[in-house]
């Protein structure tokens, strides 16, 4: 499980499907078992149960009310009597039981019941307060619906995955209670959470929505955040280890193209850097540089410019955070919306029809964020192989091994990182495999009722599995790295740096011979995870849940 963004208030989150924040969902789906307390503000609660009458007003008058009194999909020219209304809704649930795959962990099952609860505080779904009540009760007793990850179209929203949360709800089938496997019915009476009768519409107003969907998307967006500052942070420890130019994070060059992620990552790299005695800049090649003195041609000593991965890397890795400012907000948008279809307008006394069930807005939102953090792989990669290779490493071992006299019995045994940088290059390529876009594959589906589908869950999911790969390859990355500055002289770095090398050897030490390195990997995965190299570079939870940049802090 990934770590949790931020502090969980200890106050109570009120819900009132309109102010959910995407750090909020994050905070809360992570946070410790039993901490995930929310209810729906006293205003939801009245314009839930105005809905509620006017259904009941409707299904006294025998309208057609789709979902309600009709059918399903293509069955909707089926019109039940009312008095079929409730037995119909249980039904929905249980014939859409058939997701398959790895159960959703419980960080999207938290997120995912959070922002069906605040969806249907809105009001126009016309569920009683009882059921979303019952769903934050479920969440606070940390009673989970073990949902399969796989079977949802994006659209007529995650109907498979979301009759899981229904089924727990009405004491069906079984969820993770604490972390253990147990039958819904005996987690919800152990609790003393009474199980839901279903009444008219409840139903469809629990399964047809996009929640699973923006679970995965909230999470993916958190954690590519996370991803791009740890990117500066080993583009930082990359211009250490070559002794690289830190004139191209100058503030001038990137108010000459000032997308705001871009500048804000120099600024980061330039704040990692402060206080360096590696890192160079362009002036200090010149003072030290042999005058050409006449001559017509001279073989400089110092590259006056490094290679595009070190050089161009806030023009990259500030495209994450870019598209993180406009992520957020569909997010933030899809998180506060009524998703299910039909809506009742209370102000109108009317029935609308719609498909605000289509997830189309996450799945496009997931594609692109997935391409843009596979980048970020490809980047730190790419800077990887500079700082293994002895032809542009600027006079570091090759591939980073303990330097040993020709005459030492262990001299020419050891390859160091060299198998390091094949695993990361094997790893980049998989994340770049996965960029492919989901959100173009639509199906004709359900006698051609859903005949254009978002494919957002897909989507959403794939840019959880290309976040945890780049993970995987930063690891491998900062243990390099950890490695090339230690190798060049530790003393000499920027205290930022100092300090991230330092939580980096309390999980994995100086590799003096060839040795196994699978459990460094995966100790500092959960140190990326867990924010803890944000936290050491000097970026606080506190500030990174604000936005605020770690430029801002060192300024402060």
């Known amino acids: 499980m990934s770590g949790t963004p931020g502090k969980i208030s200890s106050t109570t989150l009120t819900l009132d499907g309109g102010s959910l924040t995407p750090v909020q969902v994050a905070t809360l789906a992570r946070g410790a078992a039993g901490t995930a307390r929310a209810e729906p503000a006293a205003q939801a609660v009245e314009r839930m149960r105005a809905s509620v009458a006017l259904k009941d007003s409707l299904l006294a008058q025998d309208i057609p009310i789709y979902g309600v009194t009709t059918g399903f999909g293509d069955s909707c020219i089926r019109q039940i009597s009312g008095d079929k209304a409730h037995e119909l809704q249980r039904h929905l649930v249980l014939y859409h039981l058939n997701g398959v795959g790895p159960a959703a962990p419980d960080e999207v099952a938290r997120a995912t019941m959070l922002i069906r609860a605040n969806a249907l505080s809105r009001g126009p779904s016309a569920v009683r307060p009882e059921v979303v009540r019952t769903l934050l009760d479920c969440l ?10 796989r079977g949802s179209l994006g659209a007529s929203g995650d109907l498979v995955p979301l009759c899981y949360l229904a089924a727990a709800l009405i004491g069906e089938g079984e969820v993770r209670h604490r972390g253990e496997a147990r039958p819904a019915l005996d987690a919800l009476l152990d609790a003393g959470i009474r199980p839901l009768s279903l009444e008219p519409k409840e139903g469809i107003a629990l399964i047809n929505g996009t929640s699973f969907t923006a679970a995965f ?107 993180l400012d406009w992520v957020d907000r569909w997010l933030e948008t899809e998180i506060n919306s009524s998703s299910d279809n039909p809506l009742f307008d209370t102000e109108e006394s009317r029935l609308h029809l719609g498909g605000n069930f289509y997830a189309g807005h996450v799945g496009h939102a997931m594609d692109s964020l997935k391409v843009s953090v596979a980048g970020l792989a490809d980047l730190m990669d790419r800077q990887l192989a500079l700082v293994v290779d002895e032809k542009f490493n600027g006079g570091l071992p090759p591939n980073l091994i303990m330097p040993r006299s020709a005459d030492d019995p262990q001299a020419g045994l050891h390859h160091g990182f060299k198998g390091m940088q094949i695993a990361a290059s094997a790893i980049t390529a998989e994340a770049l495999k996965q960029t ?7 199906r004709s589906t359900e006698a051609h009722n859903q005949d254009k589908v978002s494919m957002g869950t897909i989507a959403a999911r794939d840019a959880r599995t290309v976040n945890g790969l780049v993970r995987e390859v930063a690891a491998i990355h900062l243990l390099a790295l950890a490695q090339a500055v230690e190798l060049r002289g530790i003393e000499h770095c920027a205290p930022a740096t100092r300090a991230v090398h330092a939580l980096l050897r309390e999980h994995s030490a100086f590799v003096t011979r060839d040795r196994r390195l699978d459990g460094d990997i995966a100790a500092v995965i959960g140190l990326i995870e867990s924010g803890a190299v944000r936290r050491a570079a000097g970026l606080a939870d506190s500030d990174f849940v604000t936005g605020r940049g770690l430029a801002d802090v060192v300024a402060a």
């Not at 909230?218 to 004139?247: C, H, K, P, Q, Y």
């Not at 492919?436 to 639509?442: D, M, N, R, Y």
Request: hydrophobic share 45%; net charge negative.
């Open 436 to 442: 492919g876009p989901a959100s173009v594959f639509s």
């Open 217 to 323: 998307g909230v999470l993916a967006a958190w954690d590519a955040r996370e991803l791009a500052f740890v990117a500066d942070v080993a583009t930082a420890m990359t211009l250490e280890s070559l002794r690289g130019n830190i004139s191209a994070m100058h503030p001038f060059v990137h108010e000459n193209k000032p997308h705001p992620g871009q500048i804000e990552s120099a600024r980061t790299i330039r704040a990692l850097l402060s206080g360096s005695g590696l890192a160079t800049s362009f002036e200090d090649i010149l003072t030290r540089r042999e005058p050409l003195a006449g001559r017509g041609y001279l073989q400089l000593d110092d590259r006056i410019q490094d290679k595009y991965s070190v050089r161009c890397a806030p023009q990259i890795a500030g495209i994450v955070r870019d598209m």
């Open 140 to 149: 606070a007793a940390d009673i989970l619906p073990m949902i399969p990850e």
